[in-house]
């Protein structure tokens, strides 16, 4: 493929401008559209049996009830997982009608939506109501219109706090109560670590990180000897070199054979923290009791009549599909529902054998509720491939891979994306377009379209 030449930097900037344009235009597409998702969705509340679905909270204070399905059909269009999309749905409703400046500006193009969002939601995590999320609101709204979104962000704190003072005061105290230290999955052979700490406790954490890292060579410097220095404490307080006995570290190595000869793969995956180059594994495992456990062959493993899976069943259907068999799904399997594909008989005779990895998938219990009660089709035509058909006839596979959109819903013969713009906003209509349509324009127009 042929790249695009431009004739000057003045004609490279107008392409920058014109697709800053359309970016933003698609924003307030899809924002609008999300809102929109959730204000037609619509809840059967004849339907009473456990598991179906529910009005649930949209947002924040101030947020409408939504039909929590809908997430599952917004999560597909998106390319995301239904608990993304949940967490997209509270941002859009949160930034509507929590802070209505914004919302304004967000639809007239003024104010990226992405910098509304952030703005609502520390808003949310500071618990702040409807009626104090609005102060910042209007103050955010007027900023923005004439600051970039960097000098903006450093002044959202200050601004909440003097929404509500006495709030702060209370944030502060329950702030003593989520103190916590944090350890990072594995990259690059390290990991990273966070903590909220008392002062006290962090100034003295300090000092004894650096007097430790001071009797280290002077070689090195003074960050990676502190960083060592945490080693150090966490060594002598166990009183030993070593992880600590009790410690159970799960590692995945993938491994090819040739004749007699097995070759480890040169990475391995550390379950829960991340991936470490094969040739680590001895340090990191250093004095622990290792034991290997072959992958299983599902054609081994005989049906059983029992609902739930035996414990070796469970190994070899989350060895897998290493995460939620829904779309885009993205939540641990072994933190999930056992589904059966098809529905388990509790009636059937003994010896149907229903019970099977290659009969079952792994579904967070949002996935499942959905697939039991929001009208999904799912399907396993072979083990490891889910076909799944949602109620707006998308079709998408499933596999331990990934998902793979194959149909899309058709629109309607004159949707929204079919009509035309108001005059003032087209240049064949009766308006004159001005000199400059600047970026808000195209997010006009489309903002005009969808609400019409």
Known sequence: MSSVELASVADALGAVAEGTRMLVAGEVAQVLGIA?????????????????????????DGT???GE??????????????????????????????????????????VRFFEAARVAQACVDAGLDAEASAIVDRHCAVALALQPWSRVRARVEGWILLADPTAAAEREA????????????????????WGRLDAA???????????????????????????AAVGMLARQALGQAELPRTAEVIVHVDATTTGDDIEL????????????????????????RVTVRPILDARTL?????????????????????VDAFPFGSRTSASCQADHTIPFDHDAPPGHGQTHPDLMAPLSPFAHRVKTHGRWGCEQPEPGVLVWTTPHGWQLVTTP??????????????????????????????????????PAQPALALAYILTA
């Open 36 to 60: 929109s998702a959730c204000d037609l969705h619509h809840v059967d509340e004849t339907v009473v049996v456990a598991g179906a679905e529910r009005w649930v909270p949209g947002g924040a």
């Open 64 to 66: 409408p009830v939504i």
């Open 69 to 110: 399905f809908v997430a599952a059909e917004l999560a597909v269009v998106l390319g995301v997982s239904p608990a993304s999309a949940m967490c997209r749905i509270a941002d859009v409703l949160n930034v509507r009608h929590r802070h209505p400046s914004l919302w304004g500006a967000v639809l007239s193009g003024q």
């Open 174 to 193: 329950k702030a003593a109560l989520s103190r916590r230290v944090e350890v990072g999955p594995i990259k690059a052979g390290h990991c990273d670590l």
């Open 201 to 227: 406790d962090c100034l003295a954490f300090d000092h004894a990180l650096t007097s430790i890292a001071k009797t280290l060579p002077t070689d090195i410097e003074l960050d990676v000897r502190r960083a």
């Open 265 to 288: 793969a040169a990475a391995a995956s550390v379950e829960g923290w991340g991936h470490l180059l094969t040739d680590r594994l001895s340090s990191l495992l250093s004095g622990c």
């Open 302 to 322: 005989n049906p059983t009549d029992t609902y739930e899976l035996p414990s070796l069943m469970r190994r070899m259907l989350e060895g897998r599909w290493p």
């Open 401 to 438: 891979a990934g998902t793979i959109t194959i149909q899309r819903s058709q629109p309607r013969e004159h949707a929204w994306w079919h009509q035309e713009p108001p005059d003032w906003l087209g240049e064949d209509g009766g308006g004159d377009p001005p000199e400059d349509p600047g």
